[in-house]
């Protein structure tokens, strides 16, 4: 099973601010939605509960939550308490590859689990409070890179970038 984590994140590694977003980029938003799409999705309880309540749990997808709440409830979703736990749930489900969409916890948690990113690369410094582990580029080939112009629904340039791990 492919192990991938899926994030979109500024130049200085910047995730998210006050629990949301930072920035509203809805090609970002459709290119998640189709990249994960039909597959099963670990997420932090903080994560979780960032999402709005119409998109509780994402729709066409497990949903597993990881959070050291023992009684905590999502409901549409299977709560687990560790990133370990989740990857083993998704891989009973015979997933060909698993997302780890964070946050920052569980990105960092993850990486070392990883065998593919996808990551947004926003071409733009902003303000935020959760940032991305810092990535070694030595351990990753890219594999594909495609370009989205600034334009009137999205303030900033950004790349859909995949990595792969090396071997």
């Given at each position: 099973?492919?192990?991938?984590?899926?994030?979109?994140?500024?130049?200085?590694?910047?995730?998210?601010?006050n629990?949301?977003?930072?920035?509203?980029?809805?090609?970002?938003?459709?290119?998640?939605?189709?990249?994960?799409k039909?597959?099963?999705?670990?997420?932090?309880?903080?994560?979780?509960?960032?999402?709005p309540?119409?998109?509780?749990?994402?729709?066409?997808?497990?949903?597993?939550?990881?959070?050291?709440?023992?009684?905590?409830?999502?409901?549409?979703?299977?709560v687990?308490?560790?990133?370990?736990?989740?990857?083993?749930?998704?891989?009973?489900?015979?997933?060909e590859?698993?997302?780890?969409?964070?946050?920052?916890?569980?990105?960092?948690?993850?990486?070392?689990?990883?065998?593919?990113?996808?990551?947004?690369?926003?071409?733009?410094?902003?303000?935020?409070?959760?940032?991305?582990?810092?990535?070694?580029?030595?351990?990753?080939?890219?594999?594909?890179?495609?370009?989205?112009?600034?334009?009137?629904?999205?303030?900033y340039?950004?790349?859909f970038?995949?990595?792969?791990?090396?071997?």
């Amino acid at each position: 099973m492919i192990i991938s984590l899926i994030a979109a994140l500024t130049t200085n590694r910047v995730i998210g601010k006050n629990n949301d977003l930072p920035w509203r980029l809805p090609d970002d938003m459709k290119y998640f939605i189709q990249t994960t799409k039909g597959h099963a999705v670990i997420m932090g309880r903080k994560n979780y509960d960032s999402l709005p309540d119409k998109f509780k749990p994402l729709p066409n997808r497990m949903n597993i939550v990881v959070t050291r709440q023992k009684d905590f409830k999502a409901p549409g979703c299977k709560v687990v308490h560790s990133l370990d736990e989740a990857i083993e749930l998704a891989k009973t489900t015979n997933e060909e590859e698993v997302f780890n969409i964070g946050g920052a916890e569980l990105f960092t948690q993850g990486m070392a689990h990883a065998n593919r990113l996808y990551l947004t690369e926003i071409q733009t410094e902003l303000q935020g409070d959760t940032y991305f582990p810092v990535l070694n580029k030595s351990e990753w080939i890219e594999i594909s890179r495609i370009h989205h112009h600034s334009d009137d629904r999205h303030a900033y340039a950004f790349d859909f970038v995949v990595y792969n791990r090396k071997l």
